[in-house]
């Protein structure tokens, strides 16, 4: 079984924005990134700016994403994101109250692998959209394919049950039925969603697909990332 | 708000509900005694069982747990000088010392009715402030966090003992303990050496242990005494209610500190018992006594850790931020339940927010009025001749130490920072400057990178940090003049023993081999950071410069000060208070220490401690093998019921990669 969660990013309403469809004024705008580190799921946001060609500064050693979330609030950082639990429940109230703009999600994978908008935040664009918006085409390309990689392995798949290599097939049979059971159990579907966000845990073949997406990246895809961190962030990975 | 108050006090005050949070006090006393279980164990224990509770009685649950612990693990610091939590360090200072001189149910009674002080008045403060404090803690940004830390640092000018250049040098080495590992700004490594075990830095256990609690125990071992000597253990009870009486103002002033330290996120509790110990030290007339057993030396860490306690919860509370370890497990435990912290907190979920600080004060009272029936009976472990406690301790000590990250290097390193610690109690070392910049050092290195990539250097001149600027030189200022001195009395040097003068300057080549270890170790630490990226290098490397230069001064003062000078002492040369040479040799316990690590990396933790006690008994303690082996049955039947109950596993060794065993053997 295959536990997907989502994202948000979001920025502040005084770098002139009012909602997603004014993401363009970001560019040329200096925004400040409160980052877990370049090696950590912060890498999804890393590469997804980049790609924007948002300038930003990463600004590392933050402890978890409250605590980013915390820098945010303080005024500290201008752009940051959260999942979508800790979105509902720490950063609604801001946007609410006027004092943080949501720009987009980080999206889900429907059926086809393709990223399509989070059931959760229908209203918003996903990071796909939001790259549309900013520069008129679709995202394509080697930075592109190196951040769907590691988005895909961050969020879609980011939680995994696995079991042991060598289980008998009959029990790796039994906790499918019983995922499978619990999906159809009326008391999990009441509370669910307001514990989970608004996701399907993902059991049988398509789990398997993304747990294939999740755990493999091409070799040049590989290379292109750690180029990136090693000359802009000075990480080095003990490959040549 | 004042009805809400009323009607969570009355929810809380039923029956159903004051059961449960018993429960979580009885276990929490339980694991909270015992050393280095602290409330990640406890709440890990509770947190499976709170399903379909209901919200009121599984946070009374989870609450009176976490309140008891820093009350209970007060039992380990006092009575046998090994730090019980983080928060319970510097009650070590002072406690232990008391209990040595027979007045253990006096400091336990003292430490208990601050910590329900403290607790209530933690309490009473939060019920106020909860509704004010997003604001405040939104206030503290990083470069005032770095400030903060730097405040605590400054305590070390309080703690550095009679030689300043040895508690700058002890400081500069712990700031370099404190940097191994991953740098915060870059994510390299610093000192790892391809050594798996410090990618992740030395764990705080380990160090608390090695540096505080072995060096205790090697020196009681050598004089074969109880902790208490032949000292009666004297009523006390009476007397430590009467000493906290006479000290409120200061009590009352600490748990203000602690409610402060705790309330901002970031810090941690591992520094506020030594911020209030040093202000109990700094606002003293006569600090003479600090180190040896001054009352207040308990009084002030033990108000403000309770205190910190109730503090803690607020960032958890407002901002689903856990400030410790323990709180994260929390904040898990409250999500379990239906409980999501965030601003709502203080506005359609206030109710739960007042349940919880009321639960907070109610098990205080319990709490510490349980501790202090339990304190008689437990203070009497300082009467039983130390031989025979001294291998259980080493085995309780061994097995906290494992449980930091579970491999058999946690011991090798508690063995090497015990060695390190006998040698700087020896010196004269102030070991609590080691301690603080240990712990402190990558909070400073954090907030001070985040403050410059933020503000640029124009952050040293924010009003907040000229604020705490100010109170930094202040502490300083009176940190200096009231100095306190774990060491005893620097009575006549023996050197006069010495009639020529090149025996003098042999007697002084043992304290010259270890200054220059530790200025080597700096070096190496210099060393590796000139290696790495700018970022990654700034801060361990001036910290290492700075710790080279003291360490140099010290070692010239070693050569050519006059017989006397404070950094010449060495506790092996000193005639103790009662005229006496200290008797036997420290390296005896390290050898016996040595002996149970080697024993686990050969055959396994629990056949290694069935081999150890045997062997203590039979050859340290020179007793029959009956009497030897139910010794040794004891120990095993309290490890490995303490493991299974906290599903804890064992270090394995060579036997255990051959041979396939059956749990507890595993």
Not at chain 2, 43 to 71: C, E, R
Not at chain 2, 147 to 175: D, E, F, N, P, Y
Request: proline content about 5%; overall charge negative; aromatic content about 10%.
């Amino acid at each position: 079984m295959v536990a997907p969660t989502g994202g948000v990013v979001y920025t502040t309403p005084s770098l002139g924005l009012t909602g997603p469809q004014d993401i363009a004024k970001l560019r040329g705008q200096k925004l400040v990134y409160a980052s877990q580190g370049a090696t950590s799921l912060d890498l999804v946001p890393l590469l997804a700016f980049r790609l924007m060609g948002l300038e930003t500064q990463h600004v590392f050693g933050f402890k978890g994403r409250g605590d980013g979330r915390l820098a945010f609030e303080r005024g500290e950082t201008n752009i940051d994101y959260q999942t979508s639990s800790a979105y509902l429940k720490n950063v609604q109230p801001l946007v609410d109250a006027g004092t943080a703009v949501p720009l987009f999600s980080w999206g889900v994978l429907n059926e086809a692998g393709e990223p399509v908008r989070d059931p959760t935040f229908p209203d918003l664009p996903h990071f796909g959209e939001a790259y549309q918006m900013l520069t008129g085409n679709a995202p394509s390309g080697p930075e592109y394919d190196a951040y769907f990689a590691f988005f895909a392995a961050g969020f879609p798949a980011q939680k995994m049950v696995v079991v042991p290599k060598d289980t008998p097939a009959d029990i790796v049979a039994a906790y499918q039925k019983a995922f499978e059971d619990m999906k159809a159990d009326p008391a999990y579907q009441a509370s669910a969603e307001a514990v989970l966000g608004d996701y399907d845990q993902v059991t049988g073949a398509l789990a398997d697909a993304l747990y294939q997406r999740g755990t493999t990246i091409e070799d040049d895809v590989r290379k292109t990332v750690v180029d990136v961190l090693s000359t802009d962030y000075g990480v080095k990975l003990g490959e040549e | 708000m004042t009805e809400i108050l009323l009607s969570s006090l009355t929810n809380l005050l039923s029956f159903q509900h004051l059961a449960y949070m018993m429960l979580g006090i009885s276990v929490g006393l339980v694991i909270g005694i015992l050393p280095a279980l602290g409330g990640i164990a406890g709440l890990s224990l509770l947190v499976p069982f709170i399903y379909g509770m209901d919200q009121v009685s599984a946070l009374a649950m989870l609450i009176g747990l976490l309140a008891i612990m820093p009350t209970g693990d007060t039992f380990s610091s006092i009575l046998m000088g090994i730090p019980g939590g983080s928060s319970s360090q510097a009650t070590v200072l002072d406690g232990f010392p008391m209990a040595k001189k027979g007045q253990a149910a006096r400091a336990l009674s003292a430490a208990f009715i601050s910590s329900m002080f403290g607790g209530v008045f933690g309490a009473l403060v939060l019920t106020v402030f909860v509704l004010i404090a997003r604001p405040i803690i939104l206030a503290f940004g990083s470069p005032e966090l770095f400030m903060l830390a730097l405040l605590g640092l400054s305590m070390v000018a309080v703690l550095a003992g009679r030689s300043i250049v040895k508690g700058l040098t002890a400081c500069a080495v712990g700031l370099i303990l404190g940097s191994i590992g991953g740098a915060p700004a870059t994510g390299e490594f610093r000192m790892v050496f391809d050594i798996f075990y410090l990618y992740d830095g030395v764990p705080l256990v380990v160090v608390g242990m090695g540096i505080f609690a072995i060096p205790e125990i090697v020196d009681l071992l050598r004089t074969n005494q109880a902790i208490a000597r032949e000292a009666p253990l004297g009523k006390g009870w009476g007397q430590g209610f009467r000493d906290w009486a006479q000290n409120w103002f200061l009590s009352l002033r600490c748990s203000a500190v602690g409610c402060i330290v705790g309330v901002i996120p970031g810090l941690g509790g591992s520094v506020v018992d030594w911020i209030a110990y040093g202000h109990a030290v700094q606002t003293t007339k006569d600090s003479s006594q600090f180190g040896k057993g001054d009352v207040r030396g308990v009084i002030a860490p033990e108000s403000a850790n309770n205190a910190m306690t109730g503090g803690a919860m607020l960032p958890t509370l407002l901002f689903g931020i856990p400030g410790s370890g323990s709180m994260a497990v929390f904040l898990g435990g409250m999500i379990l339940i239906g409980v999501e912290p965030g601003p709502s907190m203080v506005t359609t979920d206030l109710n739960l927010t007042y349940t919880i600080i009321w639960t907070l004060a109610l098990a205080n009272i319990f709490g510490a009025g349980i501790c202090a029936l339990l304190s008689k009976p437990i203070a009497g472990l300082t009467r039983i001749p130390f031989q025979l406690l001294a291998p259980f301790m080493f085995v309780m000590v061994s097995f906290a130490a494992f449980q930091s990250t579970r491999s058999l290097e946690d011991l090798v390193a508690l063995l090497v920072l015990g060695v390190v610690g006998v040698f700087m109690k020896r010196f004269g070392w102030p070991r609590p400057a080691l301690l603080i910049g240990y712990v402190l050092a990558p909070q400073a290195e954090t907030y001070l990178y985040q403050a410059v990539q933020f503000n640029g250097w124009s952050f040293l001149v924010q009003p907040g940090v000229l604020i705490i600027a100010a109170i930094i030189a202040v502490s300083v200022f009176f940190g200096l003049k009231n100095r306190v001195d774990e060491s005893v009395e620097l009575g006549e040097l023996d050197l006069h023993h010495h009639t020529d003068a090149e025996a003098a300057r042999a007697a002084r080549r043992p304290q010259f081999a270890f200054a220059a270890a530790m200025v080597l170790f700096l070096a190496v630490g210099l060393w590796d950071a000139l290696g790495q990226s700018f970022l990654g290098a700034i801060f361990p490397g001036v910290m290492a410069a700075v710790g080279i230069l003291t360490g140099l001064m010290l070692l010239w003062k070693l050569v050519y000060a006059d017989r006397g000078a404070p950094a010449l002492y060495d506790q092996e040369r000193q005639t103790g208070a009662d005229g006496q040479m200290p008797a036997g040799s420290a390296w005896n316990g390290i050898i016996w220490l040595a002996a149970l690590v080697g024993l686990a990396s050969l055959f396994g933790f629990v056949i290694a401690v069935g081999l150890f006690m045997v062997a203590f008994m039979r050859q340290r303690v020179g007793s029959t093998w009956a009497r030897a082996f139910v010794m040794a049955g004891w120990a095993l039947a309290g490890v490995i019921g303490v493991a299974y109950a906290l599903n804890l596993n064992f270090p394995s060794g060579v036997l255990q990669s051959m041979v396939d065993l059956p749990w507890p053997l595993r």
